[in-house]
Structure formats: C-alpha cells, structure tokens
C-alpha cells in the first residue's frame, strides 16, 4: 500500500531558530500534500494544502512567512517553522494524497516539535 | 464547507464487546467517508472507509455503515481487542476535493 514518510520524528529546538520537517511519498505521486498540526487529546487541524510545483494554500489563521511548505516534486513537501517560538510546540503532521485514484490519504508518522 | 461531529468522545469498553462509534456530516455532497485509527505518538492509519454509492462495507471485525438520507456514518468494531484502544477518527470529502474535514476524535479504551 501507499507509504508516507515523514522526518524527524522528534525534534528540538531553541527559540528563534528554523526547524524544517520533510514528507516523502515512497512508492506513489502525490500531487497534493496536506499539513496538519496536532494539539495533545484534539483533533488533525489542516494548516495547508500544497500541489507540486504551485504555491501552497493556508488557511485561515496559519501565517505563511511562520509556515514555510514547498512541495519542489511529486514525492517531496516540506514545511519549514521559521523563528520558531515555544507556542509553536506541537504534532505536526502530513499526508498525501495519490493522484490515481483521488480518494485516500496517507498520513505521515508525525512530527513532535519542541521549542526550548 | 464541510462539518463533521463525532460521538462519543471516550468509550471504554470490556475486552470481547462491540464498540460503535458515530459521526455526522453537513456536506449532502460528501461522498467518501474514511476511519483513522492513531495510536499514541504516531500519524493517523486508514482503517476503514466507505463510497457514498453503498450502504455498508466490512472488513474482519471492522465494518462501517453508511445513511446518506440522514448524513451519517458509523464505525463498529466487534470482538475487541486491547490492541484496539487508540483514538478513531472520522472525516468526509468529496471525490477530488482537498477539503478532507475530521470528526473530534474518540478515545477507545479496551479493558482487558
């Protein structure tokens, strides 16, 4: 079946400092891949869309210069916390969609991002 | 745009019993229904998920039910494992949509 591998697992980090986390679809194309940011005990909530080779998509409430994503080919995006900040300690989380058959989501393994 | 509520938000259960869990969705254009099993530290696993275009679909001891006249989905797991306790979430999109919107989540606790 469709593999997503997101890395690292766990990171930390010092404040002010840029932490960049990557999601690789293994044996598919992924035309879009999603982020999701995790609170403990809450549910996914999408932070951004992204389509290979385009801009990505926010939404509301997500700041784009804090929140970096590129998604450069159709097996790699990724999402890049700029001047990171403690409030930005979280589970961060992709999953991508394959382009054949438009349904399912692969999700990632998750990101546990600590800043110090 | 899309809403989905589920409930209950924790179940605990005794090892051996069904547990059933209940979404609801907005979007009477929703047609794919998918469940997400996520264990502790870890992303969501596809489990389960069901087409608008039938009513129920089993899998081992997973199946899932489906009413679109009503807009709502269920998840029922029989024969329960401990190995089941996790926290299940529902979600509804339509088909070549990125708008994928999840349930709250529910807490599964199997009792050995």
């Known amino acids: 079946g469709a593999v997503v591998s997101q890395h690292p697992s766990r990171v930390i980090c010092k404040s002010g400092t840029s932490v960049k986390i990557e999601c690789r679809s293994l044996d598919f194309q992924a035309t879009t891949m999603f982020w999701y940011r995790q609170f403990p005990k809450q549910s996914l909530m999408l932070m951004a869309t992204s389509n290979e080779g385009s801009k990505a998509t926010y939404e509301q409430g997500v700041e784009k210069d804090k929140f970096l994503i590129n998604h450069a080919s159709l097996t790699l995006s990724t999402l890049t916390v700029t001047s990171a900040h403690p409030e930005d300690s979280s589970f961060y989380i992709c999953?991508?969609?394959?382009?054949?058959?438009?349904?399912?989501?692969?999700f990632g393994s998750g990101t546990r991002l600590t800043v110090v | 745009g899309e809403n989905v509520e589920q409930h209950p938000s924790t179940l605990s259960v005794q090892e051996g019993d069904s547990a059933v869990i209940k979404c609801t969705y907005s979007d009477s254009a929703s047609n794919y229904f998918p469940w997400y099993k996520q264990e502790l530290g870890k992303g969501p696993q596809l489990i389960i998920d069901?087409?608008?275009?039938?009513g129920e679909k089993k899998d081992q001891r997973i199946a899932v039910t489906l009413n679109k006249t009503a807009k709502h989905f269920s998840l029922h797991i029989t024969e329960t494992q401990p190995e089941d306790s996790a926290v299940y979430f529902c979600?509804?999109?339509?088909?070549?949509?990125?708008?994928?919107?999840f349930g709250a989540g529910t807490r599964l606790t199997v009792k050995p």
């Open positions: 999953s991508a969609r394959e382009s054949r058959t438009n349904y399912g989501y692969t």
């Open positions: 069901i087409r608008s275009n039938v």
């Open positions: 979600a509804a999109t339509t088909y070549n949509n990125n708008d994928m919107r």
